[in-house]
Each structure stands twice: as structure tokens, then as C-alpha cells.
């Protein structure tokens, strides 16, 4: 072997040259279209290397468009499926008239089910709001059923951690709030982080209550008498003394919100009894054996002299006008508190509390 081929430590230097021909046999990539047509030489690389690239831009251009082309095809004979007869995505047209087709009724299982809307209207006017910690509460031990949804904000939990258990047990929507929304949820701010949306309760007759009444039993009757907070204060002071039955024209004014806060839990130990008429509800527990009380800021028996019967109605009307000429011609007996005389009259509230006190002392006490 030639000398000039070997290098200083004896060994055989391998040449390779490529030639023009094996530029040609490399593969050009089918995704990116790139390779496959690189000059042999340095000579006419201009020339021959532009004419390269440019078919190799037609050739990627050609299979770009190929896969392209492919989901064209797909999508129109997609289409034309859609639009056969057996297929289930088809489009239906009606002629200008033709009814649609009834829908399917699914029992509101399935998809949104209507509601009418006087449905809904009455569903409301049957609702309303409780708020106050004392009175949901108080309300939760009692009649928990009748709850429909619940607000709280986070600091009350801990102290509702049965209701909330139950709520989640009995699928009762609870949510757990910020004080705006709960003041948005209640109407109010004076909420005490706690609003329930319950079921209004229905008032019970005269001739349901006489049948169950004890022997000693006074119930308070109220015309006209419509200040939430005076309800309220009257409710509390009911509870206190042992007095469950308050005779009403609308049991609802009882179930407002404002009133049961102010009773703190006493609303649930009162219940109302409503009538055809005031004056109509009045005669029935008469003719039942009950007495008919009133009282006046002006004339009557002081009540520090007065005996109160063991079954009694006792009847009170609003501050402004007090009790109608009707109902104060038919009491059994009138009464009135004593004092200063340096104001007209008490607060219906006030009044209420002593007149029952009175008569819890007298035959209950």
C-alpha cells in the first residue's frame, strides 16, 4: 500500500466522497417536507440548489394539502349521514303552522320542568322568613319540618351543629354567607347571622281549640293590633305565662319576620286562632264557657281589685283607638291598670305583660 496513505502510527487513512448521484437518493421528510435535494458542489450550488428547494416547496405543499383534502371528504360525508333518514341527528323542518311535537314528559326527573307561576306565587305567599338565633333556634326544636332553606354566617355554626346536621341529613338547603348577603337573604341587618325560610303555619278554629282546652285557660285576643315588634313583645310575654291560643284576624301577622325575632323563641309556644270575624270568635268562646275580658285607660275595675276567671279571653286593641264599641259591649268584665295618669295609656305590649301577670298570679301561681 501507497505510503502517502498511511498517517504516523502505520494506519490505513479511509476516504469517502458522496457523489451527485447520492444527493439525490436522500429521503425527504413527508411532514415538513424538508430534505432530499441538496447541491453536490460548490460550483453550481446556486442554481441547482434554488431549483431544489423550490420542488421541494411543491412537493410540501402537495402533501400539506393532502391530509386537508382527507378531512374535507370526512366532514362531507359526515354531513350527508346527518342528514339521511335513519340517522338520529337529522335536521326537521315544519311547514309554516304545523304544530311542533309535543315533548316528552319526564315528571321533571329529566331536563327543567316547568312551574306555573301561580303556582309559585302561592308557594311563596305560604313562606317566609325567621331570623334571630334565639328564635331559630327555638323554632328548629319545635317544628323542624317546616324549614325550607337556611342561612348562616360562619360565627353561628358551631351553636347550630345539630341543625345543620339534620339539614344535611334530610336534604334541607343550607348556605354559609357573608353578613351583606345574609342581610340580603332576611330583608334586614338585624338578622343575628341566622335566616330560615319556613312554611307559614295555618291557624287552628275556635271549635278546634275548645275541644282540647284545659280547665284553666286564659287566651289573648288581639283586633287590630299590627306592629311586628308590639306582636312580638306580646308573643314572648304569652310564653311566659303559660297563654297559648292568640285570636287573630290574619294568622300570618304572627309569622312575620320581625315579630318571632322579637318574641326570642316564644313564638313557637303560641299558637293563633283565627275566625269568620273577631267579634264572631269572641261569641263562639263565649258560648263555650270562656269569659270575655277587656280593659280601658279610663273607666273599668282596677285591676288590683278585680277577680280574673280561670277561662277567660282576654281581648285588647290597638294604642291609638283600643277596642272596637263591639267587642266593649259584649265583655263580661272590663278591667284597668292603675297608675300615675301622667300618660294616656301604655304601650299594648306593656299592658299585655301586666294583664297576664295578673292572671297567671290569681290561678296559676
Given at each position: 500500500?501507497?505510503?502517502?496513505?498511511?498517517?504516523?502510527?502505520?494506519?490505513?487513512?479511509?476516504?469517502?466522497?458522496?457523489?451527485?448521484?447520492?444527493?439525490?437518493?436522500?429521503?425527504?421528510?413527508?411532514?415538513?417536507?424538508?430534505?432530499?435535494?441538496?447541491?453536490?458542489?460548490?460550483?453550481?450550488?446556486?442554481?441547482?440548489?434554488?431549483?431544489?428547494?423550490?420542488?421541494?416547496?411543491?412537493?410540501?405543499?402537495?402533501?400539506?394539502?393532502?391530509?386537508?383534502?382527507?378531512?374535507?371528504?370526512?366532514?362531507?360525508?359526515?354531513?350527508?349521514?346527518?342528514?339521511?333518514?335513519?340517522?338520529?341527528?337529522?335536521?326537521?323542518?315544519?311547514?309554516?303552522?304545523?304544530?311542533?311535537?309535543?315533548?316528552?314528559?319526564?315528571?321533571?326527573?329529566?331536563?327543567?320542568?316547568?312551574?306555573?307561576?301561580?303556582?309559585?306565587?302561592?308557594?311563596?305567599?305560604?313562606?317566609?322568613?325567621?331570623?334571630?338565633?334565639?328564635?331559630?333556634?327555638?323554632?328548629?326544636?319545635?317544628?323542624?319540618?317546616?324549614?325550607?332553606?337556611?342561612?348562616?354566617?360562619?360565627?353561628?355554626?358551631?351553636?347550630?351543629?345539630?341543625?345543620?346536621?339534620w339539614m344535611a341529613a334530610n336534604r334541607k338547603a343550607y348556605h354559609v354567607v357573608d353578613e351583606a348577603e345574609?342581610?340580603?337573604?332576611?330583608?334586614?341587618?338585624?338578622?343575628?347571622?341566622?335566616?330560615?325560610?319556613?312554611?307559614?303555619?295555618?291557624?287552628?278554629?275556635?271549635?278546634?281549640?275548645?275541644?282540647?282546652?284545659?280547665?284553666?285557660?286564659?287566651?289573648?285576643?288581639?283586633?287590630?293590633?299590627?306592629?311586628?315588634?308590639?306582636?312580638?313583645?306580646?308573643?314572648?310575654?304569652?310564653?311566659?305565662?303559660?297563654?297559648?291560643?292568640?285570636?287573630?284576624?290574619?294568622?300570618?301577622?304572627?309569622?312575620?319576620?320581625?315579630?318571632?325575632?322579637?318574641?326570642?323563641?316564644?313564638?313557637?309556644?303560641?299558637?293563633?286562632?283565627?275566625?269568620?270575624?273577631?267579634?264572631?270568635?269572641?261569641?263562639?268562646?263565649?258560648?263555650?264557657?270562656?269569659?270575655?275580658?277587656?280593659?280601658?285607660?279610663?273607666?273599668?275595675?282596677?285591676?288590683?281589685?278585680?277577680?280574673?276567671?280561670?277561662?277567660?279571653?282576654?281581648?285588647?286593641?290597638q294604642e291609638r283607638d283600643g277596642l272596637s264599641d263591639a267587642v266593649l259591649e259584649s265583655a263580661d268584665l272590663?278591667?284597668?291598670?292603675?297608675?300615675?295618669?301622667?300618660?294616656?295609656?301604655?304601650?299594648?305590649?306593656?299592658?299585655?305583660?301586666?294583664?297576664?301577670?295578673?292572671?297567671?298570679?290569681?290561678?296559676?301561681?
Amino acid at each position: 500500500m501507497n505510503d502517502e496513505l498511511k498517517n504516523k502510527s502505520g494506519k490505513v487513512k479511509v476516504m469517502y466522497v458522496r457523489s451527485d448521484d447520492d444527493s439525490d437518493k436522500r429521503s425527504q421528510n413527508p411532514r415538513t417536507g424538508k430534505g432530499g435535494g441538496r447541491s453536490g458542489s460548490s460550483r453550481d450550488g446556486a442554481s441547482r440548489g434554488g431549483s431544489a428547494r423550490s420542488d421541494s416547496g411543491r412537493r410540501s405543499s402537495r402533501d400539506s394539502q393532502a391530509p386537508r383534502e382527507r378531512d374535507r371528504d370526512r366532514n362531507r360525508d359526515r354531513d350527508r349521514d346527518y342528514q339521511s333518514d335513519a340517522s338520529p341527528w337529522r335536521t326537521v323542518s315544519r311547514a309554516p303552522g304545523e304544530e311542533a311535537p309535543a315533548k316528552a314528559d319526564h315528571g321533571g326527573i329529566s331536563g327543567k320542568s316547568f312551574i306555573d307561576p301561580e303556582v309559585l306565587r302561592r308557594q311563596r305567599a305560604e313562606e317566609t322568613r325567621v331570623y334571630g338565633e334565639n328564635a331559630c333556634q327555638a323554632l328548629y326544636q319545635s317544628r323542624p319540618d317546616a324549614i325550607v332553606r337556611a342561612w348562616f354566617v360562619q360565627s353561628v355554626t358551631p351553636r347550630f351543629k345539630e341543625a345543620l346536621r339534620w339539614m344535611a341529613a334530610n336534604r334541607k338547603a343550607y348556605h354559609v354567607v357573608d353578613e351583606a348577603e345574609l342581610a340580603k337573604a332576611s330583608g334586614t341587618e338585624h338578622h343575628g347571622g341566622v335566616c330560615f325560610l319556613i312554611k307559614k303555619r295555618n291557624g287552628v278554629s275556635v271549635q278546634q281549640w275548645v275541644g282540647q282546652a284545659a280547665e284553666e285557660d286564659c287566651v289573648l285576643a288581639l283586633e287590630d293590633v299590627g306592629n311586628p315588634h308590639n306582636l312580638g313583645a306580646i308573643v314572648r310575654s304569652c310564653a311566659h305565662f303559660g297563654v297559648k291560643g292568640v285570636v287573630v284576624q290574619d294568622a300570618a301577622i304572627l309569622e312575620s319576620g320581625a315579630a318571632i325575632r322579637t318574641a326570642e323563641g316564644g313564638a313557637e309556644h303560641v299558637q293563633p286562632i283565627t275566625g269568620d270575624s273577631f267579634t264572631e270568635a269572641l261569641e263562639q268562646f263565649r258560648r263555650d264557657g270562656y269569659a270575655i275580658v277587656t280593659t280601658s285607660s279610663h273607666k273599668g275595675t282596677p285591676l288590683s281589685k278585680a277577680t280574673l276567671p280561670k277561662k277567660m279571653v282576654l281581648a285588647l286593641g290597638q294604642e291609638r283607638d283600643g277596642l272596637s264599641d263591639a267587642v266593649l259591649e259584649s265583655a263580661d268584665l272590663n278591667v284597668s291598670i292603675d297608675g300615675t295618669g301622667n300618660v294616656e295609656s301604655l304601650n299594648v305590649s306593656v299592658a299585655t305583660g301586666i294583664l297576664l301577670a295578673e292572671w297567671w298570679r290569681q290561678n296559676k301561681a
